[in-house]
C-alpha cells in the first residue's frame, strides 16, 4: 500500500511538472537564464583578476600545478589555478574528500533532468531519446561545472572500466541507476564494493547477458560472458593468469540471478532452482557446496586477494592518471597498496599523484573528445545547458555518452581518436566565435581578468600560458607573429593546438 501511495505520488508529480512545463514552454529560454543565473552568484564565473595568468614565469616548461590540475579534473576553470596556488596540498586533499565541498552550482544545472530521479522500476515511462539525450546532459554538465573535479574524473574511469553500452535491450532505463548506485555511490571508496555492486546491477546483467546465466539441470552449461569479462576486463586483466576452466567455474557460481519484468520491473532477485549449486574450484581455493546466492561475494573475495586484481586496477589507474605506459616499478608499488588497504581507492590516488613519473608526464596524454570539449568550455568559462548542438558535437567527434558498444569502454591511446579532429577543430571555431546555440562565452570578460586585450603580445604572454600553462616556444611564437587571424579566431587556433590536445 505504501509503496503504491509512493508511486504514485511520483507519477503525479511528474505529470504536474508536465503540464506546467506546457503552460510555460515559451518562458523556456528565461528559466535556463534563471539556473544560469543562479548557479554563476554560486562561483560559476569568471572572476575580476585571473592572477595565475603570471604563470609565465615557469618558461616554456609547463606549470605543475597547471598539470596537476589538468589531471585531477577536465581542465582548470578560471580562478581554479590561482586556489590551487592559494591552498598547496590541501587542494588536492579537498579533491579527495568530495563531500566536504559545496557543489550547489552544479546541483542547480542538472536539477532539470527529472528523468534522471525517477527510481528504475518507472523509468520505462520514458522515451529513449528523452533518457540518452538527459544522460549525456547530466554528464557533461556534472564534467564543465562540479567542482568536485576529481570525483567526476573518476565516475569517468569507473564508467569506462565497468562499461555498459545503452544500445543493449534495456540497458538505457537502468543505466541511470547503475550510475547513481554503482560508479558514482563507489567513485573514491572502496573497488570491491565497486565489483560487488556492478555484479548485482540490472545494467550489467543484461548488458553482459548475466540474466541468462540459469543451470536448472545437470547437462545445462552456464553463460560465461559476465563471468569472462569480470575476470579479464574487472579485475585480474587479460593476462592475469586465470584459464578457461576458471571462467566456467566463476560462471556456475554466478548462475541464478535474474531481473523482474513485471511488479518492480528491473529489480535482481536469486532463483535457487537456477543455480548451480555444487562445489566449484576457482584459482586454487574451492567453494564448497550449497551455497547458493552466497557464491558470488566468495567469487569477489576470491579475486580482491589475487594479485593480479591489485596490478591489474594499479595499472589502469595509472594509465588514467599518469603515463599510458605506466613504470612497472610504480605499478607494483600501487599494487601493494591497494593490497595493503584492501582495495582502497583514495590512497592509490594520492600515490599516484604523488610519484616522480606523475611530475615528469605533463602534456603527454592524449584528450580525448570528451575531456577536450569540456576542457575548452571550462577553460572559456562556457555558459551552457548542454542541450542538443553540444550533445552532437560530441558524437561527432566519436565519444557519445555510454555508448562504447564493447565491454572494454572507450580507448585511452590516441590513434583511435585521430579520425575525427577534423570535428574538434569546427567545435573549437564555433565555440569562440559564439556560434554554438545553447553555449555563450563571453571572451571580452575573459580578457579583462586576465588583463589582456587580444593583442599578438598578450596572446602570447597572457592568454597562451592561461590556456596550456606555459610560455609558446619560439615556433609558436612565430606563428602568432605571423598570423593573420582575428581575436577569436586566435583563441580557436590555440584551443586547435597539439598542446591543447594534450593534458
Not at 575580476?48 to 581542465?75: M, Q, T, Y
Not at 589475487?306 to 589502469?316: D, E, G, L, N
Not at 610519484?355 to 573528445?369: G, H, L, Y
Not at 581575436?487 to 580557436?492: F, R, S, T
Amino acid at each position: 500500500m505504501n509503496g503504491s501511495k509512493r508511486n504514485t505520488q511520483v507519477i503525479s508529480r511528474r505529470r504536474m511538472l508536465y503540464v506546467l512545463a506546457c503552460f510555460y514552454g515559451a518562458s523556456l529560454t528565461g528559466c535556463e537564464l534563471v539556473r544560469s543565473s543562479i548557479s554563476q552568484n554560486l562561483g560559476h564565473r569568471i572572476p575580476d583578476s585571473i592572477k595565475s595568468s603570471g604563470i609565465v614565469g615557469a618558461g616554456e616548461e609547463i606549470d605543475p600545478d597547471f598539470h596537476l590540475l589538468n589531471r585531477i579534473s577536465f581542465g582548470p576553470f578560471p580562478g581554479d589555478l590561482d586556489r590551487l596556488k592559494e591552498l598547496g596540498p590541501g587542494y588536492l586533499e579537498e579533491q579527495l574528500h568530495p563531500d566536504s565541498i559545496d557543489d550547489k552550482a552544479a546541483d542547480v544545472r542538472v536539477r532539470r533532468f527529472e528523468s534522471l530521479e525517477f527510481d528504475m522500476h518507472n523509468m520505462h515511462e520514458f522515451k529513449k531519446e528523452v533518457l540518452r539525450s538527459d544522460m549525456a546532459r547530466f554528464t557533461m554538465l556534472k564534467a564543465i561545472y562540479s567542482r568536485r573535479q576529481l570525483f567526476e574524473c573518476m565516475v569517468e574511469f569507473w564508467s569506462d572500466h565497468f562499461n555498459i553500452s545503452i544500445d543493449k535491450g534495456d540497458c538505457i532505463y537502468l543505466k541511470p541507476a547503475d550510475q547513481n548506485n554503482v560508479i558514482r555511490k563507489h567513485a573514491l571508496g572502496n573497488f570491491r564494493d565497486l565489483v560487488l555492486g556492478s555484479a548485482r546491477s540490472p545494467a550489467m546483467l543484461i548488458y553482459l547477458d548475466g540474466k541468462e546465466n540459469h543451470v536448472i539441470s545437470p547437462s545445462d552449461r552456464p553463460n560465461e560472458n559476465y563471468a569472462r569479462e569480470l575476470l579479464e576486463l574487472h579485475t585480474m586483466g587479460v593476462y592475469g593468469g586465470y584459464t578457461q576452466q576458471d571462467v566456467y567455474e566463476v560462471a556456475r557460481a554466478l548462475s541464478g540471478f535474474k531481473l523482474r519484468d513485471r511488479y518492480r520491473r528491473g529489480e535482481v532477485y536469486f532463483d535457487r532452482l537456477c543455480h548451480d549449486n555444487g562445489p566449484k574450484r576457482i584459482l586454487g581455493h574451492v567453494i564448497a557446496a550449497g551455497g547458493g546466492e552466497d557464491d558470488l561475494e566468495k567469487v569477489i573475495d576470491i579475486l580482491m586477494k589475487h594479485p593480479s586484481t591489485a596490478h591489474y586496477v594499479a595499472y589502469k589507474m595509472l594509465r588514467y592518471f599518469v603515463s599510458d605506459n605506466p613504470d612497472p616499478n610504480l605499478v607494483k608499488e600501487l599494487a601493494k597498496t591497494f593490497k595493503e588497504t584492501k582495495g582502497e581507492i583514495k590512497p592509490m590516488l594520492s600515490q599516484a599523484l604523488a610519484s616522480d613519473q606523475f611530475k615528469n608526464s605533463r602534456a603527454t596524454k592524449f584528450k580525448r573528445p570528451f575531456r577536450f570539449m569540456v576542457s575548452s568550455i571550462r577553460a572559456l568559462a562556457g555558459d551552457t545547458n548542454a542541450g542538443a548542438p553540444l550533445v552532437r558535437y560530441l558524437e561527432r567527434m566519436g565519444q557519445p555518452v555510454f555508448q562504447y558498444p564493447t565491454p572494454d569502454g572507450y580507448p585511452m591511446e590516441s590513434q583511435p581518436w585521430m579520425g575525427t579532429l577534423l570535428w574538434r577543430w569546427n567545435f573549437a571555431m564555433a565555440l569562440c566565435a559564439n556560434k554554438i546555440d545553447s553555449l555563450s562565452v563571453d571572451l571580452p570578460r575573459l580578457g579583462e581578468a586576465l588583463n589582456a586585450d587580444y593583442s599578438p603580445s598578450k596572446f602570447q604572454n597572457k592568454i597562451f600560458p592561461y590556456l596550456v600553462g606555459r610560455l609558446p616556444d619560439a615556433d609558436e611564437v612565430q606563428a602568432f607573429s605571423e598570423s593573420k587571424l582575428k581575436d577569436q579566431e586566435l583563441l580557436a587556433m590555440i584551443l586547435c593546438s597539439p598542446t591543447f590536445q594534450m593534458h
